[in-house]
């Protein structure tokens, strides 16, 4: 059954039977309404507002349709949030699926990984035909609050996969602008602004001469769109720590507030460079010492994830020959602390070039990515403290993976005109 508080946990077998009927029944009301004269007030409101909490997405995206009076109340944001903290968490995994050469996601159970439902992306959406198709490379910008940031080339799309909402990105003032015109956007940043409800996107633009390559010493500068005032807005004054040309990641790491970046510059040498959503700064995290030294050498690599709800530092140091690679897993307790990196633990050896890391579960067991037949990969989960393995049933290429919790939240929220 759908919790939406602790004080139902004690429910007998009979109690839970009797719940179901009664939410079926008010469920079958409430679709009745949108043929004939009934009105929301013949129904107590407390009984529809917690059997609605009750319901999977895909029933309330359907009943937003039925009258006003459901619409208001399934996209209040009280309702919203409240639904919001009682749903199951998620790992999404987006990747390009073999059989139907489609960009999809899978949507895992995060208590036992099992898939719970896959999805093309953008389906049931007037821009799905824009990604789905092979011929095109998409890329998942990242993902918070229940909204996933997408990229295709140089368009941006964020997406609610609960409510099937979808919104192109539009043009930043640099491409509207003609003074602008020799600056490119290097990098963008997607991320949640908890202190004003917020989704946000940075973009970092990079000064380019008439030779096409770019300016020395570096320029740079910074927009950022917002959804909620559905413009983008410059932030002069806000430079980004290092010059975005040097960073290691396409994609960056997103968690939440934080978007951040892999770069190098001569003062810290390689680090971290995190936006911070809510404050529209840039904070410069170096790495440790031991890290920095071992790099120097030119036998590691490094790559950002997240542990949890914490960024992560995959260390990557060969060993055997130049045959194999152990990952060290280290982990940030503050953002702007040196001081603060944790040694969590090692996977591995693995052969060189060999398995990816794509994420974690259940504290230290870890998502893997692992060639399969093909260009195929295969993602499966391994506890390295018993080397047990688990196939998680993706099959597909270019798999992405991120943690994800349901959200109602609208990116589109003009309501249907025939509502009654």
Known sequence: MYGV???????????????????EKVVQELVMMSTSKCKMED??????????????AEDLRRLKSVCKSLYSIITSRPFIEVRRKTRNSYILVKYEDLISNNHVISLLCDETLEVVYTQTILSDTPLMDSMSSKDRVVKVVGCCN??????????????NPATRDAKIIPDGLYKSNPDKKMFQRREMGFGFDPKNNDYKLVSIQRLFGDNRRPVRPCQQEVEVYSL?????????????????????????????????????????GEHVMSFDMSNEVFITTPLPPCIIERSSHGNC??????????????????GGNNQTETHNIWVLGEYGVKESWTNLFT????KLLGPSIRGFWNNNKVLLQVRGGG??????????????????????????????????VQINATPPINLF
Not at 5 to 23: A, H, P, R, T
Not at 306 to 314: C, G, K, P, V
Not at 347 to 350: S, T
Request: charged share 20%; aromatic share 10%.
């Open 43 to 56: 129904l107590p409101k407390e009984l529809v507002i917690s059997t609605l909490l009750r319901l999977p």
């Open 347 to 350: 996977v591995g050896p693995f």
């Open 5 to 23: 508080s602790g004080s139902e946990e004690g429910v007998s077998g009979f109690e839970e039977i009797f719940v179901f009927k009664e939410i």
């Open 375 to 408: 260009c195929r990969h295969d993602l499966i989960l391994v506890d390295p403290s018993i080397r047990k393995i688990k196939d998680l049933d993706i099959h597909g290429t270019s798999p992405q993976v991120f943690n994800y919790q349901e959200n109602l």
């Open 301 to 318: 690599r490094n790559s950002l994830m997240f542990h949890n709800a914490s960024l992560a530092l995959d260390h990557r140091v060969k």
């Open 146 to 159: 229940g909204v996933v940031c997408l990229r295709r080339i140089d368009m941006y799309v964020l997406w």
């Open 228 to 268: 909620k005032a559905g413009c983008w807005k410059l932030l002069p004054g806000i430079f980004p720590t290092c010059d975005i040309m040097s960073a290691y990641s396409v994609e960056g790491c997103n968690g939440g507030k934080m978007f951040s970046w892999l770069v190098c510059n001569d003062e810290y």
